[in-house]
């Protein structure tokens, strides 16, 4: 399985239109020890002729552009993106899908209340289905492993088993509304098993860490997990007021209740972070942040970075 991290921020990106905080604005000067990013997309390939999105970021045409693997082939219209799977309706996650309108055929997997925010509350995304073929949706469930869409070769290779992480619905959705979905399906992290038998997990955002998922993170080869925040309390001091990493559906990467202490005792995976917002001092590797996580085993991910599992 070849694995393209395109790219590796959080919503917003880094640095973000409307942040001015220590890290955007060195970013701006050209005084940060570290590099932008867009926002997380990662593509999955068995044989580098037709690629499966995981999530479709705002970025997307931006990143499309800037992998050749991702151009059309041919004279006319083409995509070797051929699929996108789905793991929650946060906008950073989910805008993207609207970027591959234009009459492309593609396959969406999607956990049923997923579909619906996106189908029944959301009329844009109807512009993926101006003609018969066109976005064809498969419905996902947690639990339950899927074979991704087959290849050029037509045979798939890659089996994705879905996982809760989290059981809360986006802020644009409403609590009437998020009664009527299944908890269950809010957040999904995914488990993407190779032909090698190479095992990658994209877990992108995590609410909390149960004895079950660590089981399952301890089968992986490669984890890319959840490093918005370094901590609890980091957007509130920035914004003066709002969410804690907790509330909005991370787990903080510091402190007693944060990833590095909770998953510190996994042997097996390489443990790389994404999905990384801008004011994590993290991200500056001259900063005392960066070298706790590379002294504890981590790795941060970069926009371009590439695997093979
Ligand atoms: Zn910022």
Redesign the pocket.
Known sequence: MHVEILGTAAGGAF??WN?A?R??SRVRSGAFSGRARTQLQVAISSDRVSWCLLNASPDLRLQIESNSFLHPRGRNRDSPISSVVLTSADLDQCLGLLLLRELQPIEVFVAASIGRILREDNSMFSMLQRRQGQARWHEISPGTAFKLFPGASGQSQIECLPLTVAMRYPSYVTAERAAQLEAGEAVLGLILHAQSGKRLGYFPAVAQINPALLDHLESLDVLLFDGAFWTDDELIKIQNGGQTAFQMGHIPVSSATGSLDLLSKLRCPRKIFVHIN??NPMLDVTGPEYREVRDSGWEIAEDGCHLEL
């Open positions: 640095p973000q942040c905080c890290n955007c801008n004011t």
